[in-house]
């Protein structure tokens, strides 16, 4: 959540950000209540120090043999006002707290102004669109025809936008999260985690699901447990409430995990194929670092997701998003898009989002300045490595062959078995 005391003391330039996100964005209710919390807690600090002078006057009077009935009367009443105000004080917090935990992150100032996709900028562009002299299928199309994903099983099993792998079709998503995985690990220096794929509320609004996103969530009924949307909640997670030592930062993190989004405000979008399921195969890059570090490793961060693209031989494109169309939490945001045939356009496979402080401070991630000796936040920092039923759906359209076969990419063979199915 953004920090009270920048948004005390720079009302104007924290108001200005958010209103690049979205004209009707303002903190202007949360520095109202603010300004009365604080002077609850004015009032209450005067009584408690009256309340202890008071007091201390109390065993003089003893001492001195006086009768105090009528200041500890006082001091009593004193007591009950203290705790009135306390009580005040304390819903102001919470109403206050409730406010920062619903408004989203201020923009980083070299995130391109604009309020809708349309003022997205493309930074780079990695090979060409692919091109045929026959018609290229489409995915779910191809899918059904080579027996790789069973859609109408998948749907009976559960509902829809659910699916069921099998044969080759399971092999090459298992052949893909692994070769990512691999990667990750073995040249770019993540550790390997494997964490839960239910978490707690606290956790999910340590990343900013929660309260913002409640519908998308699946809940577990009676208990205090989400299915996770994106490995991101548990990862970053991992060191809520603790302060680390900045040697042992940055931290790189990478987890493969199913995801499970509702998808509730994305009714009738991307309706056919792998695009865009309830339940997905992903695998998450997370970093936890200094402030000073974090432009430099979130730049780190977007290369490795876009090696792994560029090892497939997938045509894909980096984009900057403009201030409205980031994520809730992020400050700075690229998307990778890639090559997709069946839209004769590039789709979203990857999201790189530096946070800044704004995720450590909601889920209370600390270190210590070796320098100052001073605790503070960490930045966090994450991005898709990248989402794993998208690189399926890509590999099958964009290496697609004329006698229908499909040409695997050469650093998926050795997972495969096969150079062709």
């Known amino acids: 959540m953004l920090d009270i005391k920048i948004i005390r003391e720079n009302p104007e330039k924290v108001n200005e950000l958010l209103k690049r996100r979205n004209p009707e964005l303002s903190i202007d209710g949360v520095l109202e209540i603010d300004a009365q919390r604080r002077k609850l807690q004015f009032e209450a600090d005067e009584l408690r120090a009256k309340r202890k002078n008071e007091s201390q006057k109390i065993g003089m009077m003893k001492k001195n043999g006086e009768n105090t009935d009528a200041i500890q009367e ?60 026959f018609e290229l299928k489409a995915h779910w199309d191809i899918c059904v025809e ?99 030592s900045e040697e042992d930062l940055p931290k790189y993190m990478t987890a493969y995990t199913p995801c499970f989004r509702r998808e509730a405000g994305s009714a009738g979008k991307d309706t056919r194929g792998l695009i865009r399921q309830h339940q997905f195969n992903k695998v998450e890059l997370v970093k936890l670092c200094t402030p000073q570090t974090s432009p430099d490793e979130h730049e780190k961060l977007t290369q490795n997701a876009e090696k792994v693209l560029e090892l497939l031989g997938l045509p894909y494109r980096r984009v900057a998003l403009c201030c409205g169309d980031i994520g809730f939490s992020a400050k700075k945001c690229y998307d990778l898009e890639v ?23 909601r889920a209370n991630i600390k270190y210590r300045n070796k320098e100052t000796g001073k605790v503070e936040f960490v930045h966090t920092l994450n991005g898709s490595g990248l989402a794993v039923g998208r690189t399926f759906a890509a590999i099958l359209e964009n290496f697609q062959q004329a006698d229908g076969s499909i040409i695997i990419p050469e650093v998926l063979r050795p997972y495969m078995g096969v150079d062709r199915i």
């Open 74 to 133: 006082e001091v009593r009443k004193l007591g009950e006002s203290i705790k009135d105000l306390e009580e005040k004080e304390s819903e102001l917090n919470e109403k206050q707290t409730t406010l920062l935990l619903h408004i989203p992150n201020t923009p980083d100032e070299t995130t391109p102004i604009g309020l809708t996709e349309d003022n997205n900028v493309v930074i780079k562009t990695f090979g060409e669109p692919t091109k045929a002299d």
């Open 146 to 244: 080579k027996n790789f994903v069973d859609f109408e099983r998948g749907v009976k099993l559960a509902q829809s936008r659910f699916s069921l792998y099998r044969g080759l079709g399971a092999k090459l998503e298992r052949a893909i999260i692994n070769f990512f995985l691999d990667t990750h690990t073995q040249e770019h220096g993540y550790e390997e985690i494997l964490p839960p794929v239910l978490v707690n509320s606290e956790a999910m609004k340590g990343t900013g699901q929660l309260p913002k996103f409640k519908e998308d969530m699946y809940k577990c009924e009676n208990e205090d447990l989400f299915l996770i949307p994106t490995a991101e909640v548990p990862v970053t997670n991992i060191y809520s409430n603790e302060i680390l």
């Open 339 to 361: 090559w997709m045939p069946s839209y004769n356009d590039y789709k979203e496979i990857s999201s790189c989002s530096n946070f800044g402080d704004y995720q450590a401070r």
